[in-house]
């Protein structure tokens, strides 16, 4: 089994800042891209960043120059640096990762339970 734990939500004032992170735990060869999603109430989730095993990252527009991805291998562990949050972010936000169990098994999708983040104005 692999399960994926994260922390840092919480709640904040409009302007302030958050870190969350995730670590992975299990049967894990190997891990491709990481990221983390959001979603609210009657809404899709979406992607708010993600980072490739070589580090490459990408980001929503709405959240660039002022979420910061990073990503710790040997840690099996992904971050999302949330500074200057706006209200409208408030949201469950959920990471997911791309693991290998075995050298030559598939890439399988794993998420996190999701954490709440809320955003005071």
């Known amino acids: 089994q692999v399960h994926l734990v994260e922390s840092g939500g919480g709640l904040v004032q409009a302007g302030g800042s958050l870190r969350l992170s995730c670590v992975a735990s299990g049967s894990i060869f190997s891990i491709n891209d990481m990221g983390w999603y959001r979603q609210a109430p009657g809404t899709q989730r979406e992607l708010v960043a993600d980072?490739?095993?070589?580090?490459?990252?990408n980001y929503a527009d709405s959240v660039k120059g002022r979420f910061i991805i990073s990503r710790d291998g040997a840690k099996k562990m992904v971050y999302l640096q949330m500074n200057s949050l706006k209200p409208e972010e408030t949201d469950v936000y959920y990471c997911?990762?791309?693991?290998?169990?075995?050298?030559?098994?598939?890439?399988?999708?794993?998420w996190g339970q999701g954490t709440q983040v809320t955003v005071s104005s």
């Open positions: 980072i490739s095993s070589d580090g490459s990252t």
């Open positions: 997911k990762f791309s693991i290998k169990s075995m050298p030559r098994g598939p890439h399988d999708d794993y």
